[in-house]
Each structure stands twice: as C-alpha cells, then as structure tokens.
C-alpha cells in the first residue's frame, strides 16, 4: 500500500472553476501535512500547511481528517498560473523528521 | 529572504563516475535532506541528516551513497560509481525542526 496516495488527474478546468484534490496517507503516526506545488521540471515549493481545523489561505483551503486519514485541498476560482502538480505530504516525526510526497496530482487550468 | 543553494545545476557523467552532488542549507536549520526525483516519477526520499549524522536513510540509499557536512555550512551527496539508473534530479532540502522542509532548485543528474 502507498504511503501517501493521491489521484495523478490531470485534472483539467476552466479559468474561475473550484477544483479538489484529495490525499490519504496511512501512516497514523503522521504529525503535520502540507500541501506542496510543484511546477515543470522545479523544486517543490510549500503551498500551505494543513492543521486539524482546516485552514485558508486566500483561494486555497485544507483540511484534514485524522480518523479517515485524509486531506484535502480546494482551490477557488481557479487562476491560469495555478497549473502544476500538486503534492500531498507528510511528516512522521520520528523516522528523521523526513517528508514522505504522495506521487502529485496535475491541475491544468484553461482559458 | 534565504534559500538552499544547490550546485551544479545540472552534472552530465559517465557511467561508473563518481559525482559529488552539492548544497548549501539554510544556515540556522537542523535538519537536513537529500531527495531525488527520476523524471516523470514522485518525489522520493533518500537521506535526512541531523547533528552531523545520518538520522534515517530509505533503502535507496546503499553503500554508493554517502554524505558528508564538511565544514558546517556545505552538505553534499555522493554517489561513488554511477549507474543509467541514478539519472534523476536530485534536492536537497532543508529543516528548522518545525516539519517544514525548504527545497533547493535541484541538481539534474545524467549517467551516460
């Protein structure tokens, strides 16, 4: 089973569309989420972190479901320059503090 | 605002060469990481670093992959006797112990 698993889409919308990307991780260890963009061939760069009562970050919001496993992420009004993957991730603490990415899912936005 | 800086930016290599992958981390942080993501393929984890030594490795990370913090700012990787299959970008991250992990702009290594 993946550790962090995510739909690769793509998943392809209109200029002003509200999108979702789910994620579950199975790791019940899992201390923090984020929620990472990746665009082509770049590094991955911290879109959000995800707490337990969900949280907003102007068009984007995350949330997370402890008991299911499960997080979230809603981008409003979808915007051109928000094409990219983007990555589900977490952290484990214990094992090296180390980052453990879902394999992205890839939004494309159309005029 | 500070970043990781990674070097080169990109290494073309012959198979069976040594390469020495090399970054800069954040200077305040603790934690710090190597990753390598193979084209088309998710982000994968190979080494974190912590107190000068290795915290935890994934099973990548065999005896052709070492890493070293020589002089307390500098943190590189290096893998002894490349094969095809190594070819990958490679990132180097960095940790202030929060969770959050800053990505260098990666390091595209190609094994001929």
């Known amino acids: 089973r993946k550790e962090v698993e995510q739909d690769p889409g793509p998943f392809n919308v209109p200029e002003g569309a509200t999108v979702a990307f789910n994620c579950t991780y199975s790791n019940s260890a899992s201390q923090s989420f984020f929620w990472y963009r990746q665009d082509c061939r770049k590094e991955p760069k911290l879109l959000m972190s995800v707490y337990s009562s969900g949280n907003e970050d102007g068009r984007f919001t995350a949330q997370l479901n402890r008991a299911s496993q499960y997080i979230s992420l809603l981008i409003r009004d979808s915007k051109l320059s928000d094409s990219a993957t983007y990555l589900c991730?977490?952290?484990?603490?214990?094992?090296?503090?180390?980052?453990?990415f879902g394999g992205g899912t890839r939004l494309m936005v159309k005029p | 605002e500070p970043e990781v800086t990674q070097t080169p930016s990109h290494q073309v290599t012959q198979m069976g060469q040594e390469v020495i992958l090399r970054c800069v981390p954040i200077s305040n942080h603790l934690y710090f990481y190597w990753y390598r993501q193979i084209l088309g393929q998710k982000v994968e984890f190979l080494v974190s670093?912590?107190?000068?030594?290795?915290?935890?490795k994934s099973e990548i990370f065999d005896d052709q992959f070492s890493v070293e913090r020589p002089d307390g700012s500098n943190f590189t990787l290096k893998i002894r006797s490349t094969k095809l299959e190594d070819s990958a970008m490679y990132f180097c991250a960095s940790n202030p112990g929060q969770g959050i992990a800053f990505f260098g702009q990666g390091t595209r290594l190609t094994v001929v």
């Open positions: 991730v977490v952290n484990a603490y214990g094992a090296g503090n180390m980052l453990t």
């Open positions: 670093f912590y107190n000068n030594e290795i915290s935890e």
